[in-house]
């Protein structure tokens, strides 16, 4: 595709419920980064994949979080059992490869989660 | 674990002054620098990055940083700004050797009055 998107763009919920975030990354890109931007907190790396595979989780912020990649494109970002603070704008990225960053990200236009 | 600060949170600035972004990071071992701006409505993109070689990094838009391993800086300048670079920058730091786990700065807010 012509860039990365995201969908939804924005996501009502209530606490507690199941959300899923999606992401549709630039073809051809085997690195895909999650992202969360939340106000007066700043940009927070949750995780990345190269290929399917995930090399490190220990960005994601609690156990409620997964986020999984499937035949090397799209991925989905689940937060279970939402809670206020999971509020943020949830940024996708992809690029050729991850090598530590080398290659330059393109990013989503993200998701808008409030949770009421 | 790395940290990265960046004290300037709020900059206003006339067209075509100089600029100048703090960027400081902590973290004992060989880093990977980064540079992001996302300009009002748009999404978020890569302004510069320094991963070897010469510590002064030239990015888009006019954009440059400079690497000063002693300070643990990055910071980010440009020597006449534009009402067009009111945006928001960010820094980041990534610890080198393969993986990629950033830590990204708080973001400084940039205001260009024209």
């Known amino acids: 595709g012509a860039g990365v998107s995201q969908s939804p763009s924005n996501k009502v919920t209530e606490k507690g419920k199941d959300v899923e975030l999606r992401c549709d990354p630039i073809?051809?890109?085997?690195?895909l980064y999650w992202y969360r931007q939340s106000l007066g907190q700043g940009l927070e790396f949750l995780i990345y994949?190269?290929?399917?595979?995930?090399?490190?989780k220990s960005g994601l912020p609690s156990d409620r979080f997964s986020a999984e990649r499937t035949g090397g494109s799209v991925s989905t970002l689940t937060i279970q059992r939402t809670q206020q603070e999971d509020s943020a704008v949830y940024l996708c990225a992809s690029s050729l490869a991850a090598s530590g960053g080398l290659y330059t990200q393109y990013f989503g236009p993200g998701t808008r989660l409030t949770v009421l | 674990a790395q940290s990265v600060s960046q004290h300037n949170h709020h900059v206003i600035l006339s067209e075509a002054a100089s600029l100048e972004l703090g960027c400081n990071y902590s973290?004992?071992?060989?880093?990977?620098l980064f540079w992001y701006v996302q300009y009002p409505g748009q999404h978020l993109q890569l302004l510069l990055k320094?991963?070897?070689?010469?510590?002064l990094v030239k990015g888009i838009k006019g954009f440059e940083a400079e690497f000063i391993k002693s300070k643990f800086s990055f910071n980010l300048r440009k020597p006449s700004v534009q009402w067009s670079d009111t945006a928001e920058y960010f820094c980041a730091v990534n610890p080198s050797g393969g993986s990629y786990i950033p830590t990204f700065g708080r973001g400084t807010s940039l205001i260009v009055h024209p």
């Open positions: 994949f190269q290929g399917n595979s995930a090399p490190d």
């Open positions: 973290y004992g071992g060989t880093v990977n």
């Open positions: 073809s051809g890109h085997t690195a």
């Open positions: 320094y991963f070897s070689g010469d510590p």
